[in-house]
């Protein structure tokens, strides 16, 4: 059977290159000895891999420095909460409302603050795209909200709303990657990747920074905060290759059981264990450190060795 072309709503074609390359990498990608799908999100293979990700979106739109680029589970949709819960500080926003998702958007917006329709197409069964260029936009509005293309109905803003100074959201899941964007016109620009740039389920979240903060509605859940996505995290990287040596415990049973250790700079917790054959829960605990809290050089520890043995 040919190659189907799937115009319908939903997942678009992905190109057979890219199908090709992923399944020739199922089993073994770049000699990890694993696909992508089984390493683990902390490993080098794969941070080299969202890090490429990143780097080619930006060269591809042209995105500013001030704009953090976030890969999110729970497709589009999900930012419909998300958005009025990082945003809504004076709990108002303005919607545009010119098909089923802006409407979707709109009514989860309601659910947390006073969502104001300052324009709609729904008159005419969403068939065309409202003037914008003179809203009466509430003056504490937080933002103004569009959906910028309409599959269902076959509409697309030509020219974007005259926001009059408020920061603009678009979801621009249809039109992701198909033409160019002047991103610094928005305030937040998302879109699910289904169309034009991935499989569904994934979305991309385009954000300026000064939007990004801790200052978000209450109750907000952890993993619809855009900061705890932002924060940049160095990867931990997986240890793959362990090599075991005998102890030598004649070295092991002349060390002191007991001693103080002045802490010098550039010393870890792991490292100080290893040497005096303890471990970092050991010292944690006997010197009232919390978990994973290095002590300043300096810092006197006191340090029991763990590991005994018979000389034979």
Not at 54 to 73: A, H, S
Not at 85 to 93: G, Q, S, T, V
Request: aromatic fraction near 8%.
């Amino acid at each position: 059977m040919g190659r189907v072309y799937n115009f319908s709503a939903g997942p678009a074609v992905l190109p057979e290159e890219v199908l090709k390359e992923a399944a020739d990498e199922m089993l073994d990608y770049k000699g990890t000895g694993m696909s992508v799908m089984e390493m683990s999100h902390r490993s080098k293979a794969f941070d080299d891999i969202i890090k490429e990700a990143e780097k080619d979106i930006r060269e591809l739109m042209g995105i500013p420095d001030n704009y953090k680029v976030l890969f999110l589970q729970g497709g589009a949709s999900q930012q419909f909460s998300a958005v009025p819960m990082n945003l809504m500080k004076n709990k108002k926003a303005a919607y545009i409302i010119t098909g089923q998702w802006a409407k979707k958007a709109y009514q989860e917006a309601q659910k947390y603050g006073e969502a104001v329709a300052v324009a709609s197409s729904a008159d005419k069964t969403f068939s065309y795209i409202p003037d914008c260029s003179d809203l009466d936009i509430p003056e504490d509005a937080d933002y103004v909200y569009i959906c910028e293309n309409n599959t269902i109905y076959g509409t697309k803003y030509k020219t974007l709303p005259n926001t009059k100074g408020h920061t603009l959201v678009a979801d621009v899941s249809s039109c992701f990657l198909s033409e160019p964007v002047d991103v610094t016109k928005y305030g937040v620009i998302y879109g699910g990747v289904q169309k034009n740039v991935g499989p569904a389920g994934v979305v991309i979240a385009i954000i300026r920074e000064d939007l990004i903060t801790d200052d978000v509605l209450e109750g907000t859940p952890t993993m619809l905060k855009w900061k705890t996505h932002a924060v940049i995290r160095e990867p931990v990287f997986i240890i793959d290759k362990v090599e075991e040596k005998p102890l030598d415990m004649k070295k092991i049973q002349a060390m002191p059981g007991i001693l103080i250790y002045m802490v010098k700079p550039g010393d870890e917790l792991w490292d100080i264990a290893r040497k005096y054959h303890t471990s970092i829960e050991e010292i944690c605990t006997l010197n009232g450190l919390k978990e994973n809290q290095e002590p300043s050089p300096g810092t006197p520890l006191l340090v029991v060795k763990k590991v005994e043995g018979q000389i034979k």
